[in-house]
């Protein structure tokens, strides 16, 4: 359920509006995961109320996970001990329904993600893990050229697909 909707431009839902709605939905028999937030302050804050709030089945968390700078690797492992410890204390799942870790071109981006990788899993403990790719904003981390062609980072993940678990969207384009 829900893609960021503590932020105004995206979902624009309170924790309130989240729940009621989640709530009218119960019928559903697939897994239940929510909610979309960011792995950070704003989206703890948010999630933290939603389950206040929210008396429904829940099977799972999904979170974006950014690092658009090396200071945010601090903050990755504050914060993942933080949402792994409320997921394991409820018997729930995680799945990192977006991440990234951007550079200024494609190699400084593979570089990052090489790092990144690894800390989010050692830290989450994600049961998947989707990158997120668009042609838009941080074309340093796109998967594939306009023609369909492989980018080097492109590459990097097909190079790595046996060995890490990354699973792939479509790039979402402008």
């Given at each position: 359920?829900?893609?960021?909707?503590?932020?105004k431009?995206?979902?624009n839902?309170?924790?309130a509006?989240a729940?009621?709605?989640?709530?009218?939905?119960?019928d559903?028999?697939?897994p239940?995961?929510?909610?979309?937030v960011?792995?950070?302050?704003?989206g703890?804050?948010?999630f933290?109320?939603?389950?206040?709030?929210y008396?429904?089945?829940?099977?799972?968390?999904?979170?974006?996970?950014?690092?658009?700078?090396?200071?945010d690797?601090?903050?990755?492992?504050?914060?993942?001990?933080?949402w792994r410890?409320?997921a394991?204390?409820?018997?729930?799942?995680?799945?990192?329904?977006?991440?990234?870790?951007?550079?200024n071109?494609?190699k400084e981006?593979?570089e990052r993600?090489k790092?990144?990788?690894p800390a989010?899993?050692?830290?989450?403990r994600p049961?998947a893990?989707?990158y997120f790719?668009w042609?838009?904003?941080w074309?340093?981390?796109?998967?594939?050229d306009n023609d369909g062609?492989?980018?080097?980072?492109?590459?990097?993940?097909?190079?790595?697909?046996?060995?890490?678990?990354?699973?792939?969207?479509?790039?979402?384009?402008?």
């Open positions: 359920m829900y893609n960021e909707p503590h932020y431009s995206q979902g839902m309170s924790p509006e729940a009621e709605f989640a709530m009218q939905h119960q559903w028999n697939g239940i995961y929510c909610c979309g960011f792995y950070n302050d704003n703890w804050a948010w933290q109320k939603f389950i206040e709030l008396d429904g089945r829940l099977d799972g968390i999904h979170l974006h996970v950014y690092m658009a700078s090396w200071s690797d601090n903050n990755l492992y504050e914060w993942g001990r933080r410890e409320v394991d204390q409820n018997g729930w799942d995680i799945i990192i329904s977006e991440w990234s870790s951007p550079g071109s494609q981006t593979i993600n790092n990144t990788l989010i899993q050692n830290v989450f049961s893990m989707f790719s042609n838009y904003g074309i340093n981390s796109d998967l594939s062609s492989l980018t080097p980072v492109g590459d990097w993940f097909f190079e790595t697909r046996s060995t890490m678990p990354v699973m792939w969207l479509a790039r979402v384009s402008s």
